[in-house]
Structure formats: C-alpha cells, structure tokens
C-alpha cells in the first residue's frame, strides 16, 4: 500500500505565493520520479505537467510556470514540494501530486496519485 497526501492548497491573491506538499508513505522501495500535474476548470478533464524531479535532482517545469514555480524534495521524508510564486489567475487548478515508485527491491515501477488539492488565485 502507497498514499500520497498532500496539503498546502487554497485560496490567494494574484501575484502572492503558496506551497504545496505531498508526502508519500507505505510500501515503498525508492521513488524514481515525483511531480505536480494541474487540472484546470472548465469540460475538458486533462492533467497537465507542472514540474517534475527525479532521483538524480533533474528538474523540468511547463513553460507556463518556469520562473515562478520551484520543485524540491526532502529524501528522508519522501515528500516532494512545489513553491508556487507570482501566481496568476490562469494557475487556477486542482493540483495533483504523482510519484514513480518501487515498492520492492527489483521489482516493476508502478505509478501513484495524490488525491488533488484545489489552488484557487483571484484577480
């Protein structure tokens, strides 16, 4: 068993900051890869890449948010963040954590989502 819980959501003013985490807990071997993915408002059910960081510390952030939005992890806590600064309108979203994780040495990765938190940034 894996959860990813995360917190940090809620309702900010454009151009003011939040920070989000997820901690991840259970079964777990070694996170390859941890990220934010975003679900904006509106018909079309689409999760888009906010940022991601691998094992190695490699980072990649959607050209959206790059400049204003930083992704970071705390190892012996298995919790990854993402600082969200200079917000906008338009990052308006439920926000939703993923992890790529082993749950035993040598086996498959599986892949884990967080359950959202909803970001709201007003004009």
């Known amino acids: 068993q894996v959860q990813l819980v995360e917190s940090g959501g809620g309702l900010v003013q454009a151009g003011g900051s939040l920070r989000l985490s997820c901690a991840a807990s259970g079964s777990i071997f070694s996170i390859k890869t941890m990220g934010w993915y975003r679900q904006a408002p509106g018909p079309v059910i689409q999760r888009d890449m906010v940022a991601t960081i691998t094992s190695d510390s490699s980072t990649m952030y959607a050209d959206s948010v790059k400049g204003r939005f930083t992704i970071f992890r705390d190892n012996a806590k298995n919790t990854v963040y993402l600082q969200m600064n200079s917000l906008k309108p338009e990052d308006t979203a439920v926000y939703y954590c993923?992890?790529?994780?082993?749950?035993?040495?040598?086996?498959?990765?599986?892949?884990?989502w967080g359950q959202g938190t909803q970001v709201t940034v007003s004009s």
């Open positions: 993923k992890a790529i994780l082993q749950t035993n040495y040598g086996g498959p990765t599986y892949q884990y």
